[in-house]
């Protein structure tokens, strides 16, 4: 098992900055990659960022620009929000896709965190 705890949503202006924590704790060897997702209600969960093991970020061309995830998958990994916009109001989530061993091979797990709630608002 592998245990995700976000922090550090609020309540931010637009235009302002906000950084998002993840720490993770459990079965980290069994990490295959982490990202942060956000959704709002009503819709689905969307991804805004990934970060591999080698510590390569990947971003839809939707988000790039304005995020920046970073950190390191066996300990903490943030999500940095700059020139917030009203429209990254979400619940935003940690994420980690896990490779589980099993006695012959591997099968593909998910872990998720609680969720932290980032609203851009005046």
């Known amino acids: 098992q592998v245990q995700l705890v976000e922090s550090g949503g609020g309540l931010v202006q637009p235009g302002g900055s906000l950084r998002l924590s993840c720490a993770v704790s459990?079965?980290?060897?069994?990490?295959?990659?982490m990202g942060w997702y956000r959704q709002v209600p009503g819709e689905k969960r969307d991804v805004v960022a990934t970060?591999?093991?080698?510590?390569?970020a990947n971003y839809p061309d939707s988000k790039k620009g304005r995020f920046t995830i970073s950190g390191d998958i066996t300990n903490t990994i943030y999500l940095q929000i700059n020139n917030a916009e009203p429209e990254d109001t979400a619940v935003y989530y940690c994420?980690?896709?896990?490779?589980?061993?099993?006695?012959?091979?591997?099968?593909?797990?998910?872990?998720w965190g609680q969720g932290t709630q980032v609203t851009v608002s005046a």
């Open positions: 994420y980690a896709n896990l490779l589980i061993p099993t006695g012959s091979g591997f099968r593909s797990g998910d872990a």
């Open positions: 970060l591999a093991i080698s510590g390569r």
């Open positions: 459990g079965n980290i060897e069994t990490i295959n990659f």
